[in-house]
């Protein structure tokens, strides 16, 4: 099965199936209406990953994926050359987040409610032989201008117990005790990435991505999206689902920088696959992340838009995803192609320039291909001019590495291991860098 596709049908079957129909219903009746409202007639279809001989079907073949032209990170859109770090901050970046507010992710409205944290529960433990302290968080968004949506989000964190000022990854994921449906998973080998960090000094954090917004194009009513809407419905320029996922994360970034016992300034991010992109559009956007860990974040995260390989741009636009992203996305799956969109992944991962940020895969030959690993290293390999730029070393190397060798040697990594779709493999190695470039211990 196509990696990724998983997680999706299980996330589906644990809606009940009433709801799922009526989910999906309502999902395709406003992406239509988008559709309506830009003028788009008909959209292309995305890649096909499950029929190997249908029309388009998807490519996984080197020799088809294309050689695109990419313009430059250090290149405004006019053409002027970009040649001190003082242009970067003062017009490039801020040229790039423009476009990536107004033709990808959408903007943060202005009407985006406030987030009261409150701790519910806390407790001591033991984790990985670590002595630790375990909260529990809820974020209660102020809905009293529409009181018709609503969100309160859930947000756990655990620690070392007794220190100061601990470095700390929070992760993207689900509810605890969530299990995908169906018959239960082998447990992986090796203990689980929580004991490496806190036996390392770290402390993690896991905020649920689908308590800050909904997974789904029918329920953008509700949620953070749904209170700063007011009832109505999307703007072509408003936020979709991966910058509210992002947005929720900068808000459990206010609460952990509070808390004396977390580092503020060694705060990371952490994301698989669609949490892959929504970990990447945290680091874009807000400044205060020290490091993000991506993992097979695919199209839409860090893989090139302008690559046959693996999935495209009309997967992400159809009504199962159009919603992770502004309606305005959609204008590049009509008339419109991937190659008239003023931006590529590289800058976006260029936003988090000169902050260490570490991209990874599973290979191709492993089950990962649909995220289109090489199109991700490549998009890391033109971004790296941004950290070069601003004095701190992006990628230690611009030639694809073979699985298994990480390219960590600068403040831009990448990985590629052979556990197909997943963070786990990769995350020895992130710790590691992060480690390199921040320390865990004072
Ligand atoms: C699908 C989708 C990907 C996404 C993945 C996931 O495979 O096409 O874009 O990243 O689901 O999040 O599981």
Redesign the pocket.
């Known amino acids: 099965m196509?990696?990724?596709?998983?997680?999706?049908l299980l996330?589906c079957a644990a809606l009940p199936a009433a709801a799922q129909q009526q989910d999906y219903a309502a999902a395709n009746a406003d992406r239509q209406a988008m559709l309506d409202l830009l003028g788009i007639k008909a959209t292309r279809p995305?890649a096909d990953?499950f029929n190997r001989d249908a029309p388009n079907a998807a490519n996984y073949d080197e020799a088809k994926a294309g050689e695109p032209q990419l313009h430059g990170v250090l290149t405004m859109a006019n053409g002027d050359r970009v040649d001190s770090a003082r242009m970067w901050w003062r017009a490039r970046r801020p040229e790039l987040v423009e476009l990536f507010d107004r033709e990808i992710y959408g903007r943060v409205p202005a009407s985006a409610p406030t987030i009261d944290w409150r701790v519910v529960r806390e407790e001591s433990a033991v984790e990985g032989g670590v002595p630790v302290v375990k909260k529990w968080l809820e974020g209660v968004a102020d809905n009293k201008a529409w009181p018709q949506a609503s969100a309160t989000i859930s947000l756990r964190v655990t620690l070392p117990r007794g220190k100061a000022r601990v470095p700390l990854m929070l992760s993207f994921g689900f509810p605890e005790g969530f299990r995908f449906p169906g018959p239960p998973r082998p447990a992986d080998p090796g203990p689980p990435y929580t004991e490496q960090l806190l036996q390392r000094g770290w402390g993690y954090a896991v905020l649920v991505a689908n308590s800050i917004q909904a997974d789904n194009g029918g329920l953008l009513k509700d949620g953070v999206i749904g209170i700063s809407l007011r009832g109505k419905a999307r703007g072509p320029e408003d936020w979709g689902v991966l910058r509210a996922w992002a947005w929720g994360a900068s808000r459990a970034f206010d609460v952990l920088a509070r808390d004396p016992a977390i580092d503020a300034k060694r705060i990371g991010i952490e994301g698989?696959?669609?949490?892959?992109?929504a970990a990447l559009v945290t680091m874009a956007y807000d400044q205060r992340f020290a490091i993000g860990f991506v993992g097979?974040?695919?199209?839409?995260?860090a893989a090139l838009y302008r690559r046959n390989f693996g999935?495209r741009m009309g997967?992400?636009c159809a009504s199962?995803?159009y919603h992770?992203f502004a309606g305005n996305f959609l204008k590049y799956c009509g008339v419109l192609t991937e190659f008239d969109l003023p931006i590529d992944s590289h800058q976006l991962i260029a936003l988090s320039a000169p902050r260490a940020l570490f991209i990874g895969a599973g290979t191709v030959e492993t089950g990962d291909g649909?995220?289109d690993p090489k199109g991700s290293f490549l998009a890391a390999a033109a971004a790296s001019h941004a950290w070069d730029l601003l004095g701190k070393p992006g990628l230690s190397s611009d030639v694809f590495p073979e699985a298994l060798t990480p390219v960590t040697g600068g403040s831009l990594g990448f990985r590629q291991h052979q556990g197909g779709?997943n963070n786990r493999d990769n995350w020895p190695s992130f710790i590691d860098f992060a480690q390199a470039r921040l320390g865990a211990k004072r």
């Open positions: 196509r990696p990724g596709l998983l997680l999706s996330l995305g990953g698989l696959s669609r949490y892959g992109k097979s974040s695919g199209a839409g995260g999935e997967n992400l199962g995803e992770w649909w995220v779709h």
